[in-house]
């Protein structure tokens, strides 16, 4: 299984990349797993062009290093978004990715669920999970919101929310235990 992680924390060297280092190295036994530390990326933030809609679909108009992380997203199996929070939500770093990720799919609208939604632009979408490090002033309304825009990206991506998992709750072997029983599964649906 590929597995792609966008880790949105914003220390070098906090603790929370020490535990995203850690689940990466665990998850690489079984599995082909690419990390990108975001905040020593060349990102910028979505402007809102649409020009990855119409005047070049499928690529974004900026020049930056989004374009591995794109390619990296749409041929994996499985996407982790992670981010220790501030001030209630991921870090901006996070935020800012997620964000530039409507480049991999369609602006067509279709009807799904009774709901308006994108169009796929590629054939298969990665399953999504999400790990977060609370804050001091962290509470379950926080997590709750968190957890809910992402199960909607999930709806819009053509995939799911495969798991919610917070490093207060869940150590590393948890979440690789969860991640490994979702390949399980994916396996024995087949």
Not at 20 to 30: H, M
Not at 135 to 152: A, C, F, Q, V
Request: with cysteine; charged share 30%; aromatic share 10%.
């Amino acid at each position: 299984m590929k597995i792609t992680i966008l880790n949105g924390d914003n220390k070098s060297n906090g603790n929370f990349t020490g535990y995203i280092s850690e689940l990466s190295k665990i998850l690489a036994t079984e599995n082909t797993i690419e990390v990108f530390d975001l905040n020593k990326m060349n990102l910028k933030f979505c402007t809102g062009c649409w020009s990855c809609w119409w005047k070049t679909p499928g690529e974004c108009a900026m020049k930056d290093d989004a374009g591995i992380i794109f390619r990296s997203v749409i041929n994996s199996d499985l996407l982790i978004f992670a981010s220790p929070l501030t001030a209630g939500f991921t870090s901006s770093e996070l935020k800012k990715i997620t964000d530039r990720l409507i480049v991999l799919i369609h602006p067509y609208i279709e009807v799904r669920n009774d709901e308006f939604h994108h169009k796929k632009r590629y054939d298969k979408y990665p399953e999504i999970a999400v790990i977060v490090e609370k804050n001091s002033d962290t509470d379950d309304e926080d997590l709750e919101i968190i957890s809910d825009i992402y199960k909607r990206l999930a709806i819009n991506f053509h995939s799911s929310l495969k798991f919610f998992k917070t490093t207060d709750d869940d150590g590393v072997k948890e979440i690789s235990l969860a991640i490994t029983s979702t390949k399980t599964q994916k396996t024995q649906k087949v």
